[in-house]
């Protein structure tokens, strides 16, 4: 198509006839017609998507790789209990809808609080619902415990098997879900992912990755934070030879 078949595009397109050539670069531009500097577009390699980190930095930030892989997914309900009168059940009731969650079989991890370091294992014996409600018992490991006592309780709820990774690789971001894939020695891709279930530990991802790759956990934040300087960076250096 040539400029000429490309003025019809306005009618003020067609005083580019009387106009100096810089003047009908403008006019072009509001026709739509130049666009992002034009030939030198075509020719300028485009700039890499991917965020360079060297060896130093990747050993001062102690940067960690997941692999993409299947993991079982675990919901942990965190609820207050009581020892009773035996010294060895530990007694609570919620109506928090993570309650709904627990069955009998489960794990329970028990510790007095701000005492984690006093943990005490074992299973939930018996879950009773009443309207909304859920009463809970677990029986403890060992019988030595304080009756009357609080403990908290950390429910561990198995959730199912899916493709999976750590949550601290997520970074959220407005209205999108990030993750950094490392793609070979010192390259990092951003990648726009899906998530599904929150775990405990992990996430599930419904779309956007696939068994096998590598993503950032630790580490995962400054790599973003260099990424938006060098988008920042390219577009700066791209705006200035528009320019010229």
Wanted: glycine share 6%.
């Amino acid at each position: 198509m040539s400029l000429n078949d490309n003025l019809d595009c306005h009618p003020n397109c067609h005083l580019g006839y009387r106009l100096n050539r810089h003047l009908l670069f403008s006019v072009l531009l509001a026709c739509g017609i130049a666009q992002a500097g034009g030939i030198r577009d075509h020719t300028r390699p485009a700039p890499s998507a991917d965020t360079q980190v060297s060896e130093v930095q990747a050993q001062v930030l102690s940067l960690a790789l997941a692999e993409v892989t299947t993991h079982q997914l675990q919901s942990w309900v965190r609820l207050a209990g009581q020892i009773d009168n035996t010294g060895k059940i530990l007694l609570t009731s919620s109506c928090l809808a993570d309650a709904a969650l627990v069955k009998t079989g489960q794990r329970v991890i028990a510790f007095p609080p701000g005492m984690k370091s006093s943990i005490s294992q074992g299973r939930v014996s018996r879950v009773s619902t009443r309207k909304a409600c859920v009463r809970i018992e677990a029986v403890l490991a060992a019988a030595d415990h304080e009756p009357g006592r609080f403990y908290v309780m950390e429910i561990i709820v198995p959730r199912g098997r899916f493709l999976a990774i750590p949550k601290e690789a997520i970074i959220e971001e407005e209205d999108r879900s990030l993750v950094y894939i490392h793609t070979h020695a010192g390259h990092y891709l951003p990648r726009v992912i899906h998530p599904g279930l929150k775990g405990e530990r992990y996430t599930r991802v419904l779309h956007g990755l696939k068994t096998g790759e590598h993503v950032v956990t630790v580490g995962s934040f400054f790599i973003h934070a260099q990424h938006q300087l060098d988008e920042r960076q390219t577009n700066k250096e791209n705006h200035a030879q528009h320019i010229h």
